[in-house]
């Protein structure tokens, strides 16, 4: 079963952006639609992107998604310190037939 | 609002059979997919098994033996069953409600608040 590869840290100043990577392969991201999760300190995680770019009602468009190819990115603008937490990629594999989430990536606000 | 609370034991010894049910509230059962997911201690999230709108389950395949998802629509809640448990079983479980609909098209929303289960003598 793969896992999708994301960076294990990224950090910027309050008000700037940070994007986070999440590579994978034809048979998960490359064929499937991806989505991106925050998990804050001591709360269940929630989601923030599905369908590669969609957000759900209540996320602010601070939060974008993309996907090219067999990679996907999540970008935040605008960066609060309420955004400190760790954030995860997933979809599904199709060559296992099982869900596989991302390394996961700390987002740090200076 | 969609809740989804998990229960069962926080404490189970080795090799017994950890059991944990998610009851959902605010939501019909049918016409989604359900999903039980584990972060262990220190580590990053773990899918490990769904139940399907269809009936179809699927498990992550290194605990594919040991492993039973099934779901009770009359008492709107769903379950998880892992067998011959280790200290590696550790881990906070959660539940998730899934509204894509499969084919490749799956996400988790919402998800439980997680339940802590220790696997120890």
């Known amino acids: 079963q793969s896992v999708l590869t994301q960076p294990p840290s990224v950090s910027a100043a309050p008000g700037q952006k940070v994007t986070i990577s999440c590579s994978g392969s034809?048979?998960?991201?490359?064929?499937?639609?991806g989505s991106w999760y925050q998990h804050l300190p001591g709360t269940a995680p929630k989601l923030l992107i599905y369908?590669?770019?969609k957000r759900p009602s209540g996320i602010p468009d601070r939060f974008s998604g993309s996907k090219s190819g067999t990679s996907a990115t999540l970008a935040i603008t605008g960066l609060q310190t309420g955004d400190e937490g760790d954030y995860y990629c997933?979809?599904?594999?199709?060559?296992?037939?099982?869900?596989?989430f991302g390394t996961g990536t700390k987002v740090t606000v200076l | 609002q969609v809740q989804l609370q998990e229960s069962g034991p926080g404490l189970v010894k080795p090799s017994e059979t950890l059991s944990l049910t998610c009851l959902v509230s605010?939501?019909?059962?049918?016409?989604?997919?359900w999903h039980w997911i584990r972060q262990s201690p220190g580590k990053g999230l773990e899918w490990i098994a769904s139940?399907?709108?269809?009936?179809?389950?699927y498990y992550i395949p290194s605990l594919k033996s040991r492993i039973t998802i099934s779901v009770d629509t009359a008492k709107h809640q769903f379950s998880l069953n892992l067998s011959y448990v280790t200290a590696a079983d550790t881990a906070v479980y959660y539940c998730?409600?899934?509204?894509?609909?499969?084919?490749?098209?799956?996400?988790?929303?919402?998800w439980g608040q997680g339940i802590l289960v220790t696997v120890s003598s």
């Open positions: 369908d590669n770019y």
């Open positions: 139940i399907f709108d269809n009936g179809r389950t």
């Open positions: 034809r048979s998960d991201i490359g064929n499937n639609y």
């Open positions: 997933g979809t599904w594999d199709s060559s296992v037939s099982a869900y596989v």
């Open positions: 998730a409600r899934d509204p894509g609909g499969g084919g490749g098209r799956n996400w988790f929303d919402p």
């Open positions: 605010g939501s019909s059962i049918s016409g989604y997919n």
